[in-house]
Structures are given as C-alpha cells and as structure tokens.
Antibody, heavy 119, light 110 residues
Framework: QVQLVESGGGVVQPGRSLRLSCTAS????????MHWVRQAPGKGLEWLAV????????YYADSVKGRFTISRDNSKNTLYLHINTLRPEDTAVYYC????????????WGQGAPVTVSS | QSALTQPASVSGSPGQSITISCTGT?????????VSWFQQHPGKAPELMIY???NRPSGVPDRFSGSKSANTASLTISGLQAEDEADYYC??????????FGGGTKVTVL
C-alpha cells in the first residue's frame, strides 16, 4: 500500500533554514507528481507546491514562492521541501502528498511533520 | 490564489442528508472539473473522498457524492453517520497550474 513518511520537522529558530524529507514506498515513485501541503495549528489546509514525476516542472503558491524549494531524488524515492528564512507563521504540520495519475487530484497523504518556528 | 469559500460548519442528525458548498471562480472551480473533497478527523491526515467533481475512490462509501454548478461545487453526505463527524475541505486545480483549498467545514452529527 502507499506509504509516505515525512521527517526533518522540529523546533527551529526564526531566520534559520530547514529541509523536510518524504520517503515513499508501495508505489512507483517515478510515475507520480508530488505535493507539499501545510496546516497551521487550528487552521485549514494550505497548498504549497507540486513537482512533476521527473522533477522538471514545478509550481508554487504565491505565498511561498522564492522562499520554498521543492525537489525530489527518484533514485531514493524521496521528496524534499527546503524552507529558507523561517518565520513564526511557518509553524505548521507539513504534509507530503501524492498527485493522482491519470486523475487530477491528491490521492494519498503522509502523516505529517510538525514544524515549530520559535526562539 | 484566494482560498475557496466553504461554510464554517454544517450539522445534521443521524440518517439525514447534508450538503457542503465550495465556491470559487472561473479560474479554478468553474474552469475545470478537477474539484476534490477531503475528510480530516482530529489529529489525522486528510483522506480523499471525491475527485474530479463526482468520482469516489475505492473504499469510500456511496453515501458521499459530489456535484458542480458554475463556480460552486458541493459535497453531499446522505444517511449521515456518527463517524462522518470531521472537517471537510474542497480543493481545485487552477489556471495557474496550482491548487487551492477551501477554508474547511466542520461537520457535526447531532
């Protein structure tokens, strides 16, 4: 079955950088686009970014463009999210999610990695 | 990329039907048949319930159904059950090749 396991979260000081990882198993990782979505405490879901199956095409939400970078290593079945210059408002649970193929949707989610930005 | 508009809360008694609306624009909901609905229980990851407006993934009960008219999509839960109490989010693909979520609707089973 599809498994997505995020790691790399924790407590980080404002202004620092962070890299989240998402290790995939149970499906052919190289065939699927992948997304990052976050959820601030007590708030709704916020879509962040999507990366094509081959890593060549990516799109970001305007709110994170220029500060967040999505990437993948298909040889390691791993998706990444690099966040620069962390702000307190980046405090959230960060979810890795699989894009649908051929359907246009997000069809599977990881359990989430909590990130707290605080001094 | 403004969030889609959902009611903050909807409630119903067991066995009743409820409908959650999701309003966007012609650049997202109205422009594509790529609306999805997700269910999220407290402390859990979201789960896909409906994709491409009307399609149910395998394993999702048929009491969940979706529809769309112009810029508004809807999720209907028929025969409401206690385990349906959760937060529900709509999402849509957009003309910018991005995705956008609704603000979420808390469903309460009375």
């Amino acid at each position: 079955q599809v498994q997505l396991v995020e790691s790399g979260g924790g407590v980080v000081q404002p202004g620092r950088s962070l890299r989240l990882s998402c290790t995939a198993s149970g499906f052919t990782f190289t065939a699927y686009p992948m997304h990052w979505v976050r959820q601030a405490p007590g708030k709704g879901l916020e879509w962040l970014a999507v990366l094509s199956h081959d890593g060549n095409t990516y799109y970001y939400a305007d709110s994170v463009k220029g500060r967040f970078t999505i990437s993948r290593d298909n040889s390691k079945n791993t998706l990444y999210l690099h966040i620069n210059t962390l702000r307190p408002e980046d405090t959230a649970v960060y979810y890795c999610a699989r894009g649908g193929v051929p359907s246009v949707t997000i069809d599977s989610w990881g359990q989430g990695a909590p990130v707290t930005v605080s001094s | 990329q403004s969030a889609l508009t959902q009611p903050a809360s909807v409630s119903g008694s067991p066995g009743q039907s409820i409908t959650i609306s999701c309003t966007g624009t012609s650049s997202d909901v109205g422009g594509y048949d790529y609306v999805s609905w997700f269910q999220q229980h407290p402390g859990k990851a979201p789960e896909l319930m409906i994709y491409e407006v009307t399609n149910r993934p395998s394993g999702v009960p048929d009491r969940f159904s979706g529809s769309k008219s112009a810029n508004t999509a809807s999720l209907t839960i028929s025969g409401l059950q206690a385990e349906d109490e959760a937060d529900y989010y709509c999402s849509s693909y957009t003309h910018s090749n991005t995705w956008v979520f609704g603000g979420g609707t808390k469903v309460t089973v009375l």
